[in-house]
Each structure stands twice: as structure tokens, then as C-alpha cells.
């Protein structure tokens, strides 16, 4: 078992910043690469950026690189997303998902835990 618990998320203007978390539980040593995703209402569920285990290879989509920033501390079982910039378009929930491999991919079904979801609303 693996649980995923995001939390960070809330509203700001275009241009602010917001860092939201993610806390893994369980079964963690299960875990190796890690992502985030985002889902606007309406819309598919969109990969925003993957992070393997040692943290050695990233993968940002286009539309966020230079502005977001991902990390991870494997010793605290955290992953951070750092979104700097922030535009109306990243207005979305934001999903931490994780693999039990270590090859990071863009495909939800490639990432068997999820967390719940954080909300992050960027206004004009």
C-alpha cells in the first residue's frame, strides 16, 4: 500500500508563486520515479513534470519549463513542485502520482499511485 497527500494549493494572481507538496506513506521503498499532473475541468489529465528516484533525470512539459521547478527528498518521503510565474492557464488540480519503476513517462497509466488532488487557481 501507498498513500500520496498533496497539500500547498490555493489561489493567487498571475505572476505569484505557490509551492504545493507531496507527502508518501506506506509501503514508500515501493517508489521510484515520481510525477506531477495537472486536470482542468473539462479536460484530460495533462503530465506536467517527472522526477526519477536520485532526482538525476526531470522532464518538464514545455508549457511549464523555466517556470516550475520539481524536487524531491527521498529521506522526508516528500516531492515539492516550486511554480514560479504562475499563469491562468496552470489553473488546474494538481495530482502527485508515483511508479514503481524508475522510468519517468508522460502516461497516467504508467504511474500506479495517485494522491487526491490540490487546487491551484491562478486569476488575471
Known amino acids: 500500500q501507498v498513500q500520496l497527500v498533496e497539500s500547498g494549493g490555493g489561489s493567487v494572481q498571475a505572476g505569484g508563486s505557490l509551492r504545493v507538496s507531496c507527502v508518501a506513506s506506506?509501503?514508500?521503498?515501493?517508489?521510484?520515479?515520481m510525477g506531477w499532473f495537472r486536470q482542468a475541468p473539462g479536460k484530460e489529465r495533462e503530465f506536467v513534470v517527472g522526477i526519477n528516484w536520485s532526482g538525476s533525470s526531470i522532464y518538464y512539459v514545455d508549457s511549464v519549463k523555466g517556470r516550475f521547478t520539481i524536487s524531491r527528498d527521498n529521506a522526508k518521503n516528500t516531492m515539492y513542485l516550486q511554480m514560479n510565474s504562475l499563469k491562468p492557464e496552470d489553473t488546474a488540480v494538481y495530482y502527485c502520482?508515483?511508479?514503481?519503476?524508475?522510468?519517468?513517462?508522460?502516461?497516467?497509466?504508467?504511474?500506479?499511485?495517485w494522491g487526491q488532488g490540490t487546487q491551484v487557481t491562478v486569476s488575471s
Open positions: 506506506g509501503r514508500t521503498f515501493s517508489i521510484y520515479a
Open positions: 502520482a508515483a511508479s514503481r519503476d524508475n522510468k519517468i513517462t508522460s502516461i497516467p497509466s504508467s504511474y500506479p499511485y
